[in-house]
């Protein structure tokens, strides 16, 4: 059952309590692999369920257009204390309803609709925020895109240098959402400083990576960090805006009032909670061994004949290119989560293929490192995502089915925040 419990929902609204019931267990009978997702602890679970959700709270501590706030204002500014400690930074700001909300008070901060901007090109690993043409950023701005190199999957820095000397932009991002190998912030920085450029170091999947000492942090080196607090900081869906003192004012007036409104007070507690969290040693333990886990996993995968992007990973993410196992990224997507293994569909570098229907998929390791498995599993779970790509192939059902149940049967010894099984 979901815990905490949800007594006064199924008495209200049995129909939505069932279905939140059935979603507590399928994340518990699943290994949950997107490396965007995680699960929270039970604590943060019951501060984004809190009464802070009646309050609206427009404005900054100490600069409210709403009374009422001696509360929540203190709750506000103890997020902002625990993230300016956690991760060395001059200034915070807890207010972003998500990432992309984050990332585009950036661009209101520092640039002008028309203005050239950097990022990494979305099928090579980047995000839609960073410039892409779907995206406001790629209509009200002038994209500047760079690549990975076509033989090591990883980026390419002397590209990087060449289209920002060329193009001048004012924002240059870095950090992605498919990037599975260490971000290079000394490089980008020294490019950024030669062209005049603000560097936002887009950390969203990395977060609780650098929290915890599994990655290089790019303070010191990016004038802006953008980070959403779920993933793998372990925190409730919202967003971060870190930077040095230079550009605070400007990043605040950005978020309110040049973004949105009041913010919800109900996920700045549960920040608070999970940046407390996050400055725990078993915190630091769980971030290096998210990373483990994904080596042994990616090695197991190599073993098993699987094209990893770039040859592997140096944190939590995995990129598999399958041209070569003879399937696309969406049906192999759709078995495995058949099969009890959540993954999703994605582009590779180069990808021949459609967005909706790409050559790969991306999984990770961070919810399952929150369950308690180890590098000990990693050999295991690459033999069933071997075995189901091949039954997908031969559209073999049983295998499927069989795979599914021994998935269950692992994680039964395995406990999960937010699930318990009936007394």
Not at 45 to 72: D, F, H, I, P, W
Not at 251 to 266: E, R, S, T, W
């Amino acid at each position: 059952m979901h815990v905490p419990p949800i007594h006064s929902l199924t008495q209200t609204d049995w129909q939505l309590a069932e279905l939140i019931q059935r979603e507590a267990q399928r994340q518990h009978d699943k290994l949950r692999m997107i490396p965007s997702e995680n699960y929270v602890s039970t604590a943060v679970l019951e501060a984004t369920g809190s009464v802070l959700t009646n309050k609206y709270s427009e404005g900054y501590a100490g600069r409210r257009y709403y009374e009422g706030q001696q509360l929540v204002d203190p709750i506000e500014l103890l997020a902002i204390e625990r993230a300016k400690a956690l991760f060395g930074v001059e200034h915070a700001n807890v207010q972003p309803y998500s990432g992309s909300p984050a990332n585009l008070a950036v661009y209101l901060a520092f640039a002008q609709p028309g203005d050239p901007v950097m990022g990494m090109s979305l099928p090579m690993g980047g995000h839609l925020t960073h410039g892409w043409s779907v995206s406001v950023t790629g209509k009200w701005f002038r994209p500047v895109r760079y690549d990975v190199r076509r033989e090591t999957g990883r980026v390419d820095l002397d590209q990087v240098r060449d289209l920002a000397r060329r193009e001048r932009p004012k924002v240059i991002f870095c950090g992605g959402t498919a990037i599975p190998r260490t971000i290079d912030f000394p490089a980008f920085a020294e490019i950024a400083r030669e062209v005049n450029a603000i560097l936002v170091a887009d950390i969203a999947h990395i977060a609780g990576l650098i929290a915890g000492g599994a990655h290089p942090s790019p303070v010191g080196h990016a004038d802006v960090i953008s980070t959403t607090t779920h993933k793998t900081l372990r925190g409730p869906r919202g967003a971060m805006l870190m930077s040095t003192a230079e550009h605070a004012a400007a990043i605040d007036k950005a978020v309110f009032p040049g973004l949105q409104g009041g913010p919800h007070n109900h996920t700045t507690a549960g920040i608070a909670v999970a940046l407390h969290e996050a400055g725990t040693d078993s915190f630091r333990a769980y971030a290096h061994q998210v990373v483990a886990n994904a080596k042994a996993l990616a090695a197991a995968l190599i073993e098993r004949g699987f094209d990893l992007v770039s040859g592997g990973t140096d944190n939590h993410l995995i990129l598999i290119d399958l041209t070569s196992k003879g399937i696309g990224g969406k049906p192999a997507a759709k078995a495995l989560d058949r099969a009890g293994i959540e993954t999703n569909y994605n582009t590779v570098p180069y990808d021949t293929r459609k967005p909706f229907d790409p050559s790969g998929i991306r999984l990770g390791t961070p919810a399952l490192t929150t369950r308690g498995l180890t590098e000990a599993q990693m050999p295991q779970i690459a033999a069933w995502i071997d075995e189901v790509v091949s039954a997908a192939v031969k559209e073999d059902e049983a295998v499927l089915d069989r795979v599914a149940g021994e998935v269950r049967e692992l994680l039964s010894g395995y406990p999960m925040p937010g699930w318990a099984p009936q007394p």
